[in-house]
């Protein structure tokens, strides 16, 4: 689960345009944004199979749009599943959704200055009053107790060392208790290669093996290569239309594309050029999608197509004399508030 942003800062007649600026040193931009659900295909590859992309509604935050997502998939799809997100999405608003679902698990990339908290102490027999909610302080930047459990593993060339602490829960939401995994990735003299650690919270069972989740997490960074060969490839960012509906139509058409090219990858002809490295560890490799994209016509000029051939339409006849088409309406860019209302301000 991941959101790219789509930018049409010149598009005034374009509605519930919004700001899409996320950090504090991006330049201002004016658009919308489109929260992607997609299914990771294959470890080591860059293959993803979309499952949904929905535009992010300027009163609604990316949180309450992917937890949405996620919660049509659980309904339309029973089987055990874990949803992989990245910092945007470590927040009570999108993990609440994880309490009312029995087969789907989250794992969520979290900050470091975030505070959790440990399990209240039971409460004692005779005494008044309503039951504590949170024990004590958690801090991500310095753990307050030993972790429950450690070890060590390698990653292809690189030592990664994980350490998880079990039976915490947010300020925010208490009733879900989950377990955090600490990812460090080691130089050869063991000491840690990057100042920050990788934190990582997970809600499913803590039976399972913390090399699966770290390497569950890493996977994710597939739906980045989708984004970028979307947008370089496939024209993602490139419809003009001042259509709110053509403009969301645009992007399932793109994603329909890419599942064109994720179900002909083993049917056309490989052409690879002669610099590429053609197996890994033994193995041939898989194409990616841009050599697919490359063999795409041949397969299709020899697949055909069962639409019938066009007929002709002959000269159109225009726009009657004296038509006037009446100014398109501009539209405010919409910024939202820090209270989560919408407020209307003067375009750029």
């Known amino acids: ?13 374009l509605p519930e345009r919004c700001s899409l600026k996320s950090q504090k040193d991006e330049p201002l931009v004016y658009g919308h944004k489109y929260s992607w659900l997609v299914r990771l295909v294959r470890r080591g590859t860059s293959w993803v199979a979309p499952q949904d992309t929905l535009r992010i509604d300027p009163e609604l935050s990316d949180s309450q749009v992917g937890g949405q997502q996620v919660k049509e998939l659980a309904e339309r ?17 999108f993990l609440a959704i994880f309490l009312l679902l029995q087969n789907t698990f989250a794992l969520v990339r979290m900050r470091s200055n975030n505070v959790l908290y440990e399990q209240p102490e039971p409460r004692q027999s005779g005494k008044k009053g309503a039951p504590k909610k949170h024990g ?25 060392r994980l350490q998880a602490w079990k ?4 300020k925010k939401l208490p009733q879900l208790i989950v377990m955090m995994l600490r990812v460090e990735f080691l130089k050869p003299d063991g000491r840690p290669r990057y100042k920050q650690p990788m934190w990582l919270l997970w809600t499913g069972p803590s039976g399972v093996p913390l090399q699966e989740l770290c390497k569950m997490y890493l996977w994710r960074f597939a739906i980045e290569h989708m984004f970028r060969f979307l947008k370089q490839n496939l024209g993602l960012n490139s419809s003009r239309s001042n259509d709110l509906v053509a403009t969301e139509q645009w992007m399932w ?6 599942w ?24 041939r490799k898989e194409l990616t999608p841009g050599q697919v994209q490359r063999a795409a016509l041949r397969f299709l000029l020899q697949l055909g197509t069962p639409a019938k051939a066009p007929k002709v339409a002959g000269k159109g006849k ?26 209307a301000v003067a375009g750029p």
Not at 142 to 155: G, I, N, Q, V, W
Not at 253 to 258: K, Q, S
Not at 261 to 270: A, G, I, P
Not at 321 to 337: D, E, I, N, S, T
């Open 1 to 13: 689960l991941d959101a790219t942003k789509d930018e049409r800062p010149d598009a005034e007649t």
């Open 77 to 93: 799809n029973p089987k055990p599943k874990v949803v992989v997100a990245d910092s945007l999405y470590g927040n009570h608003i």
């Open 136 to 160: 004590a302080r958690f801090k991500l930047s310095s753990p307050s107790r030993p972790a429950d459990c450690e070890e060590t593993f390698l990653l292809g060339a690189q030592t990664v």
């Open 253 to 258: 058409m793109c994603a329909l594309a890419y």
């Open 260 to 283: 064109q090219l994720l179900l002909m990858r083993n049917l056309v002809e490989e052409a690879r050029p002669a610099w590429h490295p053609r197996f890994r560890d033994g193995k």
């Open 318 to 343: 225009g726009r009657q004399k004296g038509y006037h088409p009446a100014p398109r309406m501009r539209y405010p860019v919409v910024k939202k508030a820090k209270t989560g209302h919408k407020q």
């Open 167 to 170: 039976g915490l829960h947010l």
